[in-house]
T-cell receptor
Framework: DSGVTQTPKHLITATGQRVTLRCSPRSGDLSVYWYQQSLDQGLQFLIHYYNGEERAKGNILERFSAQQFPDLHSELNLSSLELGDSALYFC???????????????FGPGTRLTVL | GQNIDQPTEMTATEGAIVQINCTYQTSGFNGLFWYQQHAGEAPTFLSYNVLDGLEEKGRFSSFLSRSKGYSYLLLKELQMKDSASYLCAVRDRSSASKIIFGSGTRLSIRP
């Protein structure tokens, strides 16, 4: 158990819908990262928040958005869902800002999203 | 931009040693990570290299050569539980905190 929690564990929805994935970082960690992992692709970086502020953005679609709240939990919002959005979505947390040093990322168990 | 290459699949025998290679191209190297990921589970951190040389941690070691854009993960005394995907990831200085992951090497251990 990494100490990072993600809800829900599984989500099944239809195309065109909107969903929210939630992540609570480890106690004391200030950074939250979101990743998408599809069967045919590796782990794709989406976005990084540090202490409430956006720090880095990957190839995140405009239909996706995220935020980190004052209590440091984070939410990833996915809208106008398409079949290709079906994937495992991981969040990870780390103590620091991720700019240097090991700043090890601890991954949550993931949310498996299925779009039908 | 960044590019990370590692073999897609490898097979090794229980008790043996296996080396998983990773080559990368970045515009500003700022650290290389190895993660282990069992099927359907979250990745877990194995090692971090930012300077050239070998980092040893129990049965696992990781090597880095920045001039060659090359790293390897060495697993000794292989156990069946080592069957997993091994992900090489690079932090690029020009991309701030973004870490780019390779597609992973799926390692199968046979008895």
């Amino acid at each position: 158990d990494s100490g990072v929690t993600q809800t829900p564990k599984h989500l099944i929805t239809a195309t065109g819908q909107r969903v929210t994935l939630r992540c609570s970082p480890r106690s004391g960690d200030l950074s939250v990262y979101w990743y998408q992992q599809s069967l045919d692709q590796g782990l794709q970086f989406l976005i990084h928040y540090y202490n409430g502020e956006e720090r880095a953005k990957g190839n995140i679609l405009e239909r996706f958005s995220a935020q980190q709240f004052p209590d440091l939990h984070s939410e990833l919002n996915l809208s106008s869902l398409e079949l290709g959005d079906s994937a495992l979505y991981f969040c990870a947390s780390s103590p620091g800002g991720g700019l240097a040093g090991v700043d090890e990322q601890f991954f949550g168990p993931g949310t498996r999203l299925t779009v039908l | 931009g960044q590019n990370i290459d590692q073999p897609t699949e490898m097979t090794a025998t229980e008790g043996a040693i296996v080396q998983i290679n990773c080559t990368y191209q970045t515009s500003g190297f700022n650290g290389l990570f190895w993660y282990q990921q069992h099927a359907g589970e979250a990745p877990t951190f194995l090692s971090y290299n930012v300077l050239d040389g070998l980092e040893e941690k129990g049965r696992f070691s990781s090597f880095l050569s920045r001039s060659k854009g090359y790293s390897y993960l060495l697993l000794k005394e292989l156990q069946m539980k080592d069957s997993a995907s091994y992900l090489c990831a690079v932090r690029d200085r020009s991309s701030a905190s973004k870490i780019i992951f390779g597609s992973g090497t799926r390692l199968s251990i046979r008895p």
